[in-house]
């Protein structure tokens, strides 16, 4: 099933913390901090300005990014979870 989100909405895949401290302990999933980075999945056309102009989207599709603890929504699209969330609770783009 393709996901296209809507407006400034954007869908994200966390990625995948580190199973191990670097001292080599095992950190188990209920002690695990979920990431506040991820890599954008897919972008909404954009949000539109009282005048009805399109502002386009500052993300696309594969950028990695930085985002806020409690950022977005989880949704599971096709048995992947993923965020939905605004374009504006997006911190920065990784270069």
Known sequence: MAFKPLHDRVLVRRV???EKTKGGLIIPDSAKEKPAEGE???????????SG??????VKAGDRVLFGKWSGTEVTV??????????????????
Do not use: F, Y
């Open 16 to 18: 995948q913390s580190d």
């Open 53 to 58: 102009e399109l502002i386009a989207p500052a």
């Open 78 to 95: 096709d048995g992947e979870e993923l965020l939905i969330m605004k374009e504006s609770d997006i911190l920065g783009v990784l270069a």
């Open 40 to 50: 954008v999945v897919s972008v909404g056309e954009g949000a539109r300005k009282d």
